[in-house]
């Protein structure tokens, strides 16, 4: 998080944050969906189904991959990916509580 105070946050917000940073782009939910769907580790795969480049798709899943959201295992030359179950389930669980925290029924606005 840089330079944004992110250690005055509790370790659960900052959590949050980085999970919403890694949904932050359509090609990671295009990644993760793709992932989530197949539920076996992709290897190459991941790259025939977006309309990035290798490099692109790599920074993509890096991304996701220091989120927690994914791991990666190398085989051979490559490295196949797959959803991380506990962080994904662990993901899910914060992320509904965020919204199920709104209490709803104001007047605001």
């Known amino acids: 998080m840089g330079a944004t105070k992110s250690y005055e946050f509790s370790a659960k917000e900052n959590r949050l944050a980085k999970y919403a940073k ?3 782009h359509p090609a990671r939910i ?3 969906k793709f992932l989530a769907n197949k539920a076996a580790c992709q290897c190459g795969d991941i790259v025939e189904e977006l309309p990035l480049s ?3 798709v ?3 899943l890096k991304e996701l991959k220091e989120a927690g959201l994914i791991k ?3 085989d051979g030359a490559k ?3 797959c959803i991380d179950e506990k ?3 662990a993901a899910q669980a914060w ?3 965020l919204f199920e925290s709104y209490k709803g029924g104001s007047n605001c606005c």
């Open 30 to 32: 295009a990644i993760l």
């Open 87 to 89: 962080e994904w389930k």
């Open 72 to 74: 990666g295992e190398i």
């Open 58 to 60: 790599s920074q993509h």
């Open 54 to 56: 290798q490099s692109t």
């Open 79 to 81: 490295v196949c990916y």
């Open 95 to 97: 992320i509904n509580q």
């Open 22 to 24: 890694a949904l932050a």
